[in-house]
């Protein structure tokens, strides 16, 4: 399945606790109990994201006025990597277009 074909979705706002602590941001994930320590970009991921369901390329495009992420292939290779590592935290949820 094409990375066009997968949307993605944070959880609720309300469902962690973003805590910055210098170069890297703690956040509490109150459904699990775990705290991940995570790096730029990733908390500014999840606030475009709020609670849209995006694909890799609206992600990036958003993200691109903040952050210099490359060239387009590059930004959009980036972002889909790092939300897949978010899927697997259980900090989005995978939602595939049928």
Do not use: C, K, N, W
């Not at 602590?21 to 991921?45: A, C, F, K, N, W």
């Not at 475009?48 to 006025?65: I, Q």
């Amino acid at each position: 399945m094409a990375a066009s074909e997968t949307h993605y979705q944070a959880e609720p706002a309300d469902a962690r606790i973003v805590e910055p602590l210098d170069m890297m941001t703690l956040i509490y994930q109150r459904r699990s109990g775990i705290t991940h320590m995570v790096g730029e970009p990733v908390p500014q991921m999840l606030e475009e994201m709020g609670r849209d369901a995006v694909d890799v390329s609206t992600l990036a495009e958003r993200l691109a006025a903040s952050f210099d992420l490359g060239g387009q292939d590059d930004a959009v290779a980036l972002i889909a990597e790092r939300l897949e590592e978010l899927a697997g935290l259980g900090l989005v949820e995978r939602i595939s277009d049928a």
